[in-house]
């Protein structure tokens, strides 16, 4: 292991990993009533593996013992686990805070009203179009309506702060006002995370991620509301445009950031469910603490990263070499540019014919899952669906 | 004396809603209520902060951890910042002897 510098700052603290992780994510279940395009973790179906309620109680107890603060709930749509809300009130009973992800088709007036009336839990709509007509294509017909009645509903039990979730991409990047304007509506607080080809992203990446122009605006917005939106530390790739990002700018895989998921495997972070990035299983290895502390994939992340070939590059200080989970799934070299590197330094590599992604180690897809409507797609029908004008003009 | 400087004079304490977790740099500090995440960077800090039991005052407590009187302005500029992120409470009576 690396000898741990003393003082310094708490970026190069970070780079050797904490005794429990600040940002852990917890997928309760693969089961989705949705079937996004861009889905992180391939959801749809329920691993019948999945852990049970005792089990999930367990870890709720040790997260305690850990004093991991909070945890992030996703899935999968968590809610539709039958034990969902008492996990959440007994993890509020352990002093362990929760914000949840949902798609919001479980968020009834009722059930906002109880989310409403109990401390320490924070909520998170997922949302990837500010109309229907570009958030439907990718995360189901309907989709846009009950994510909006799910917020309406958080907003009249009056529940404060709520977060509207949205993926970036090609498609919605132009509607980024838009978002903002629907989350303050509501009292809410718009939170973007950047694309990642990961789960079953990695087969829309080539259409969904935003384009190098859009990159730029994305930066400049960024720059300009930054500090009243949250990214979590998602664009830090952007830092090579020249200003530093609001946010740690640090890949903090395994260091910070790590991911349970819902048979117990505890990955270096959300957007890394891969065996390549798989620490170890809390039933099988001791318990989730031991994991985070012991295991060898962790033991290698708590590093300096190695700039390889981006040493040489003026912008390595700032972007670091961009995501991890990005580089592994695009077939990057993992010490190399990120795929979206704004310097354009992985432009070559992306086109190299022999590029090889690596193939999924698990895929939880029910039959039919949402396809972006691609600008190029010849099929009159599409879908059935409309992208807007502008949408079009600036993925060109 | 200014203002800034009675903090010293105070009895503070931990807000109820933190919880402090050690770290080799030194500790997280988390509020439940505002959600907030602060980090203490310096184990004498930490030391410093956790022995504010709302009994002695903020000058007592640095008397007790050994904190060189020429580091009392740092500390009290940290200490001012953590009460105003309702990190640190002036302690009530009740708090104090429950």
């Not at chain 1, 958080?154 to 977060?163: C, R, S």
């Not at chain 1, 990159?215 to 990214?231: A, I, P, S």
């Not at chain 1, 070299?333 to 690596?358: F, I, N, Q, W, Y």
């Amino acid at each position: 292991m690396a000898e741990r510098p003393t003082g310094g700052t708490l970026i190069q603290q970070f780079e050797y990993g904490l005794d429990a992780p600040i940002c852990l994510t917890w997928e309760l279940t693969y089961a989705c009533n949705l079937s996004c395009a861009h889905c992180l973790s391939s959801s749809g179906k329920r691993d019948p593996r999945e852990l049970t309620t005792a089990q999930a109680e367990a870890v709720i107890d040790e997260l305690q013992a850990m004093k991991v603060f909070y945890v992030n709930i996703g899935g999968g749509e968590p809610t539709i686990r039958p034990d969902f809300w008492h996990l959440l009130d007994y993890a509020v009973e352990h002093q362990v805070g929760v914000k949840f992800s949902t798609n919001g088709s479980q968020i009834t007036p009722e059930r906002a009203a109880r989310i409403a009336a109990t401390d320490y839990v924070d909520v998170q709509v997922s949302l990837d179009g500010a109309t229907a007509e570009v958030n439907d294509p990718l995360r189901g017909v309907g989709s846009y309506a009950t994510a909006i009645r799910a917020l309406d509903n958080l907003f009249e039990a009056g529940f404060k702060d709520a977060k509207v979730s949205v993926v970036v991409t090609r498609q919605n990047v132009h509607q980024l006002d838009d978002f903002k304007r629907i989350a303050s509506e509501r009292g809410a607080t718009l939170r973007l995370t950047r694309l990642r080809p990961s789960g079953r992203g990695v087969d829309v990446w080539d259409e969904m991620h935003p384009t190098a122009e859009q990159q730029r605006d994305l930066y400049n917005w960024l720059l300009r509301e930054g500090e009243k939106v949250l990214t979590g530390d998602s664009f830090f790739h952007l830092a090579a445009f020249g200003e530093p990002l609001p946010g740690l700018n640090l890949c903090g895989a395994g260091r910070v950031v790590c991911l349970i998921d819902p048979i117990g495997d505890v990955y270096a972070c959300p957007f890394a469910i891969h065996d390549r990035f798989k620490a170890g299983n809390i039933l099988d290895d001791g318990g989730f603490a031991t994991v985070w502390r012991e295991s060898e994939l962790f033991t290698e992340l708590r590093s300096p990263q190695s700039g390889g070939a981006c040493t040489s590059c003026s912008a390595f200080d700032a972007c670091r070499g961009g995501c991890l989970a990005a580089k592994f799934f695009t077939g990057l070299p993992l010490d190399g540019p990120d795929p979206e590197c704004v310097k354009g330094h992985s432009d070559l590599a992306l086109m190299d014919p022999d590029r090889l992604a690596p193939a999924a180690s698990q895929d939880h897809s029910r039959g039919s899952v949402h396809k972006p409507v691609s600008a190029c797609d010849e099929n009159p029908l599409s879908g059935l669906t409309f992208i807007p004008l502008e949408a079009l003009s600036a993925s060109r | 004396m200014t203002d800034h400087a009675s903090i010293l004079d105070e009895r503070l304490m931990l807000s109820p809603s933190v919880s402090l977790r050690p770290e080799p740099f030194g500790a997280l500090a988390y509020h439940f209520g505002n959600r907030r995440l602060t980090f203490l960077k310096r184990p004498e800090l930490v030391e410093v902060v956790s022995a504010l039991d709302g009994r002695r005052t903020v000058r007592e407590v640095l008397e007790g951890c050994g904190i060189p009187e020429g580091q009392w302005s740092a500390y009290d500029a940290t200490i001012e910042r953590l009460r105003g992120a309702d990190m640190l409470q002036v302690a009530t009576l009740a708090a104090v002897s429950g």
